[in-house]
């Protein structure tokens, strides 16, 4: 199985970008869909931004709250996906979740996600 690792969160001020980082250990990441998903204090997980695996059709999806903000992609050679956040906003803040699973339908959503990570913390000032 899986194991996503997060990294790459931080304080940062509105406007600001901030890069997150899924490495996995134990399996090749490209061969499972990647998501990343936030979760704010008092409030549910919501999905943020996925990635299929190598075995499908080359495609990402976005929230469109952070759609032409965030972007998410992978580097295969380093077994990591990444979350590049630009023009954040003090309503981006939230923990961030790295979730990963060989067989997802239903991209959104989180109960499609086997393997998730310990998350990260992103903080962004006013």
């Known amino acids: 199985q899986v194991q996503p690792v997060e990294s790459g969160g931080g304080l940062v001020q509105a406007g600001g970008s901030l890069r997150l980082s899924c490495a996995a250990s134990?399996?090749?990441?490209?061969?499972?869909?990647v998501g990343w998903f936030r979760q704010a204090p008092g409030k549910e997980r919501e999905f943020v931004a996925a990635t299929r695996s190598r075995w499908s059709a080359d495609s990402t999806y976005y929230a469109d709250s952070v759609k032409g903000r965030f972007t998410i992609s992978r580097d295969n050679a380093k077994n990591t996906v990444y979350l590049q956040m630009n023009s954040l906003k003090p309503e981006d803040t939230a923990v961030y979740y790295c979730?990963?699973?060989?067989?997802?339908?239903?991209?959104?959503?989180?109960?499609?996600?086997?393997?998730w990570g310990q998350g990260t913390q992103v903080t962004v000032s006013s």
């Open positions: 134990g399996r090749t990441l490209s061969s499972y869909a």
């Open positions: 979730a990963a699973d060989s067989r997802v339908s239903y991209y959104y959503t989180p109960g499609e996600y086997a393997y």
